[in-house]
């Protein structure tokens, strides 16, 4: 099976971990989280109008953005297989 190359693995897993990071940390700031679609509508739950969809999905935001960004760390260092090319 080929796989990319170790630096662009490393690079894409940690710029995606770093995106997720960062949308938790802003929606902090802002107090909206963006969380997919209620029908044709965006869905962004608002922690003064509905706290515990915004703390859940905020905590899955943290959850999968600092799992990406250690498992890009580990492929950077040799820990993790890089990702593979389908």
Known sequence: METLPVPI???????AGAAFLYTA????????????SKGFRAYRPRRD????AFYFFQL?????????????VLVAIGRAAPLALR
């Open 9 to 15: 693995s490393a690079l894409v897993l940690c710029a």
């Open 25 to 36: 940390v802003r929606a902090h700031a802002t107090g909206e989280l963006p969380a997919g």
């Open 60 to 72: 899955l935001y943290v959850t999968f953005g600092s799992w990406l960004a250690i498992h890009g």
């Open 49 to 52: 109008e509905s706290p515990g």
